[in-house]
Each structure stands twice: as C-alpha cells, then as structure tokens.
C-alpha cells in the first residue's frame, strides 16, 4: 500500500510539474515560480500535503543542484575558470560589500545579535546557483558576452562558502577559535585539491571518462559526479561546488556527450529540486516576518543588479547585457536556505530561520521574473527618459 500511494503522489507531483512547464513555455517565461507555487500546494498548510514521497523527492532535489551545477561548469574549461577567478575577484569584493552588509544591519536592527548577523548576512550574500543555472538555459543565455561575468560573481561565492559555512558552523556552535581554525583548514585544502585536479588532469580525466556507448558515459559520468559531490560535502566544502568543478574537469568529447545525455536527467531533478524547497515552507510561521522579508529582498534585489551591472560593464558587455546580468543574479536559493538552517538549528534567534525562508522564497520566486524583464524595463525607461529630454530641448 505504501508503495501504491508513493507512485501515485509523485507521478502526479510530475505529472503536474510536466503540465506546468507547458504553460510556462506558452507565455515565453521560466516554470521556476510556478514550480515552487506547487511545492506550497502540497507542503505543510498546502491544499494536498504529501506524505509517502516527500523522503524521495528530498534525495531528488540533492540529486537536482548537483546536476545543475555540473551542467553549468560543462559549459567552461579550467583555463576559463581561472581567468574568471584572475579577473573577476574585484567583482567579488563589491559582491560581498553590497549584499551581505544589508542581512547583517538588518539582524542587528532586530536585536538578533553578531552571530545572527554573520549567519543573515550570509543568507543575503550569495545568489542561487541552481536557480541561475535553470534561467540561463531556459532564457538561451548560457552563450551571451554577459554570461562569463555572471558566472565568474557565482565562482566566486560558491569558493567563498568553502570558507564561509565552516565559520558560520563554528560559530553557532560555539567552538573554541582553535577548532574553528582546524574546520576552515580542512575545507580549504579540500576545495584546493579538487580545483588542483581539475587544472592539472583535466584532459587526463576526460579521457578516462570518455566513451563511444552512451549508456557507460552516463554511467561514469554521473557517478564521478555524486562520488566527488558527497565527499566535498563531507569536508563542508559544498556538494555544488564539487559538482560544479567536475564539469569544469571534462572537456572536449566527454563534455559534449555528458551534456546532452544529461539534459533530460537535469531538468528532471531541478524540477523536483523547486518543489522540495516550497514542501518545507511553512507558511504559518511566514505570515509574521513577510514585511521584514520583503523590505530586505527589494533591497538585495537592486544591491544585485547593481552588482551585476558593474561586473558585466568591467567584463565589457553592452547595456543591456549589463542590466540582463544584474537580474539574472537577483534569486536567492540554496545556500541561502543551508545557512539559515546551521542557526535554525543551534537555537541562535528563532525568527531567522521563518525570515530567511520568506526571503528567500520572495527571491526565488521573483528572480527568474527579474532575468527576464530587468533588461526590457531598463530600456523602457532610458526610452521614456530619452524622450523627455527631447521634449524639453
């Protein structure tokens, strides 16, 4: 009986999933909000909460950001991650002072404390790979002169939470500075020895990956993937971050084989991904921090524009380049949902962890909408704007 209920609520979670991208494509936009809308329709509070499949569709959306990330670093060698990291770490800096200073004045206007702040400047800082991945390809963006830029900020975050979340995690925890120090050590000797691999046996990997039978280049691909994903997970260095440099690894005909053996695959659980993330939201104890929620998101949402903007017009792109990339950055995801969750967990304020989730599921859900009409609304504007200016000339 158990197993009869399991296919019935997840086909219908994909049957439903499948319709939705239909009605997504028919108005030209990403199906990621109405993804996550579903999600809320069958979590806790929902119209139809799930019971017997939620346990599978969360290993499902593990499976989803990882596969979403590998994707994204199949598209860029190593060579290129390296001149992204070389000439885009200023982008960095502004990233970080733009977006993270925002969450930490917000928890302590709160009365949340220094530790809160850390944790909520965080949740704040770092964009949505998962959620950007799933845009670029379904905007036709991933080849655009503004594409690099983006992914050069999103590198850059996702190397900074190798450092990043072992702070936070000593620091909720309360460690001494001595096994805190031990923790970030770790992280980064682990993260150093996977971006060493990909950069010095790269080709030496794609060939021992590569091969002419679909079914064992599936096979191998994906289980290096997971394999390297859990293990750099294990040394809290990020499971995307392992997937991401795993993609960057492989090239030439190991690259191209994966990526389209692995399109259908990845779409699959970035679907299942959005709708774990609106089963978990429990919209009773939202309700309160909704004003607070979305005051901070209008605010990160122009601090990363305008993070965007500055990186693509560094990176040379055009105005609207410049605008497409500063509302791709807009979505907030994963990461910001993980650090929440540290201090959820260790008791640090028990508002945080209902604020993050409003917040976050404001951006995720605004962010896709961001991507596509930033751009069209900017040149609205300058046109508007234009057009004054020759009515008072």
Known sequence: MHTAVFLIEFGAVILGLGLLGRLAARFGFSPVPLYLLAGLAFGD?????????????AVGAEIGVVLLLLMLG??????????????QYPAGIVDFVLNAVPGAVAALLLGWGPVAAVVLAGVTWVSSSGVIAKVLGDLGRVGNRETPAILGVLVLEDLA???????VTALVAGVSLAEGAVTVAVALAAAGAVLFGALRYGRTISRFVSSDDPEKLLLVVLGLTLLVAGIAQRLQVSAAVGAFLVGIALSGEAAEGAHSLLSPLKDLFAAVFFVFFGLH?????VVPVLVPALLLALVT??????????????????VQGRWRAGGTLVARGEFSVVIAGLAVTAGVAPELGPLATAYVLILVVIGPLAARYTEPVAAHLRGVRTRGDRRLV
């Open 45 to 57: 509070g929902g119209l139809v909460p799930l019971g017997a499949s939620q346990e599978f569709i």
């Open 74 to 87: 199949l598209e860029y060698s190593a060579s290129d991650l390296v001149t992204s990291l070389k000439t």
């Open 161 to 167: 939470m190798a450092v990043y979340l072992p702070v």
């Open 281 to 285: 939201t429990d919209l009773v104890a």
């Open 301 to 318: 949402s122009a601090t990363k524009i305008a993070t965007g903007y500055w990186a693509a017009r560094r990176a040379g792109a055009g």
